[in-house]
Structure formats: structure tokens, C-alpha cells
Nanobody, 121 residues
Framework: QVQLVESGGGLVQTGGSLRLSCAASGRTFSKYNMGWFRQAPGKERELVAAISWNSAWIYYAESVKGRFIISRDNAKNTVLLQMNSLKPEDTAIYYC??????????????WGQGTQVTIST
């Protein structure tokens, strides 16, 4: 199985950048499709970006397209989310997800604990 730990969240001003990291402990990380989700107060958890196990397929939510970049390094068991041109509406807890389902766009069974991202005006 796999355990996930997110890091890199924090407080930045509108227009700033953050890079989130998700470190995986499982030996089968390289076989998992991965996703980044976020959840703001009072809202449903939503998919932000996803990447296939071999990085051949990448998805971005329309709200972050052109601003965020998802990538992975299977040798380091790490998936990254580079967030640029941040907006107040990006404020949320961001979660890493393993075994993301490319066929249904539903999350897999494995979640990290989340990392808080807050964008100030």
C-alpha cells in the first residue's frame, strides 16, 4: 500500500506562488495515477489536477489551467503541484490522492493529511 504526506502549504499574497509536495512511502507508487484535490470551507472537495503513472496523461481543472503545473518523479516517489498567479479563491486545504481513477475522474483509496493554502488580498 501507500502512505502520502503533503507539504509546502502556507500564506501568500495574491499573485504569488507556492509549490506543494506529496511524498509517498509505498513501493508501488510508480504504478499509481495521482491527483491533487482541494476543499475550501463550506464547499465540496474538488479535483485540481491529475497525472497518470507514466506522466503521459495530465488533467487540470478549468479554474487552475495555465496557472498550476502537476508533475511527478517516480524515482523519488514524489508528486508536485506548482501553483502560480495565486488567487484568493485558491484558498483551501490541498490533498494528495493515490490511485486516482482516470476512467471516472474519481479519487483513489489513498489520501494524505492535507496542507493549508491561504491566499491574502
Amino acid at each position: 500500500q501507500v502512505q502520502l504526506v503533503e507539504s509546502g502549504g502556507g500564506l501568500v499574497q495574491t499573485g504569488g506562488s507556492l509549490r506543494l509536495s506529496c511524498a509517498a512511502s509505498g513501493r508501488t507508487f510508480s504504478k499509481y495515477n495521482m491527483g491533487w484535490f482541494r476543499q475550501a470551507p463550506g464547499k465540496e472537495r474538488e479535483l485540481v489536477a491529475a497525472i497518470s503513472w507514466n506522466s503521459a496523461w495530465i488533467y487540470y481543472a478549468e479554474s487552475v489551467k495555465g496557472r498550476f503545473i502537476i508533475s511527478r518523479d517516480n524515482a523519488k516517489n514524489t508528486v508536485l503541484l506548482q501553483m502560480n498567479s495565486l488567487k484568493p479563491e485558491d484558498t483551501a486545504i490541498y490533498y494528495c490522492n493515490a490511485d486516482f481513477r482516470l476512467d471516472s475522474f474519481l479519487p483513489g483509496h489513498y489520501w494524505g493529511q492535507g496542507t493549508q493554502v491561504t491566499i491574502s488580498t
